[in-house]
């Protein structure tokens, strides 16, 4: 049974940095694009950040490019999102997710989808 599970949010205040992890279990997800996506309250979910499975190609939110980073290490089946000068209009549910070969924008194309992890982000 595939499994995603995130870790690393929490509360902040505007300006500080947080990680966020995900780590899949039950295969191998070395040929799968990942990605991550947040809800806001009272939003829809949307596209936050995404990588090929080389690592190599990212394609990030115009909302968070310059200070989100997305990586992933095939060898520990894991992908990381590092945040860096966090805004309140951050805040959101954090969801990790794997999807088909490539990279993908669209929630469509994923698969495979964490619970989510909440990330507070203060004035």
């Known amino acids: 049974q595939v499994q995603l599970g995130e870790s690393g949010g929490g509360l902040v205040q505007a300006g500080d940095s947080l990680r966020l992890s995900c780590a899949a279990s039950g295969r191998t997800f070395s040929t799968s694009a990942m990605g991550w996506f947040r809800q806001a309250p009272g939003k829809e979910r949307e596209f936050v950040a995404a990588?090929?499975?080389?690592?190599?190609?990212?394609i990030y939110a115009d909302s968070v490019k310059g200070r989100f980073t997305i990586s992933r290490d095939n060898a520990k089946n894991t992908q990381y999102l590092q945040m860096n000068s966090l805004k309140p209009e951050d805040t959101a549910v954090y969801h990790c997710a794997v999807g088909r070969a490539g990279i993908q924008i669209r929630e469509s194309e994923y698969d495979y989808w964490g619970q989510g992890t909440q990330v507070t982000v203060s004035s």
């Open positions: 990588i090929s499975p080389s690592g190599w190609t990212t």
